[in-house]
C-alpha cells in the first residue's frame, strides 16, 4: 500500500505524517489513538482542522511520529503536517488550505537566553549601592 510523507513543525517539535488511504483512523507514536495521545479538546481540533476543512476526515489513514515541545507545539506540528499531506495528494486543496493560514510554518521559536542576563531580555536587578 502506497502513503504520503511529509514533515510538519512548530516551535521545537517535529511530526513526521504518514498518510494513505483508509477510513479515517489517526494513530500517534507507535499505535496511541489521538484521544489518548492528546485529551485537550484544544489540541484534537487543531490536529483535525485541515481535514474538517476539505471535508477528508474519514479518506485517509494517518500515522504519525511526532517529538520535541509540548503538547501544543506537537499538535499544530502535526496540523502543519497533515495540511502538507493532504497538498501533496490532492493539490488542488491548496487554496482552501492556504486561506485557512494552515501551510504557513509559525516562524516563531523562544528567543536565546543571553549572557550576564535572567533571560533573553530580563536584566539583572538593579543596586544602586
Not at 499531506?85 to 509559525?106: C, H, N, Q, S, W
Request: net charge positive.
Amino acid at each position: 500500500m502506497s502513503y504520503t510523507q511529509t514533515t510538519g513543525k512548530r516551535k521545537t517539535s517535529i511530526a513526521r505524517i504518514y498518510m494513505s488511504q483508509g477510513e479515517g483512523k489517526i494513530t500517534i507514536n507507535d499505535g496511541r489513538a489521538l484521544d489518548d495521545y492528546f485529551p485537550r479538546e484544544a489540541h484534537r481540533r487543531s490536529v483535525l482542522k485541515p481535514l474538517t476543512i476539505t471535508d477528508r476526515l474519514s479518506s485517509y489513514d494517518i500515522k504519525v511520529n511526532v517529538c520535541g515541545g509540548g503538547p501544543t507545539g506537537q499538535a499544530e506540528a502535526v496540523r502543519h503536517g497533515i495540511a502538507r499531506a493532504l497538498i501533496a495528494v490532492e493539490a488542488d486543496l491548496r487554496g482552501a488550505l492556504k486561506e485557512k493560514g494552515l501551510l504557513t510554518r509559525d516562524p516563531r521559536i523562544v528567543e536565546s537566553k543571553k549572557y550576564g542576563h535572567h533571560k533573553a531580555r530580563r536584566s539583572c536587578q538593579f543596586s544602586k549601592r
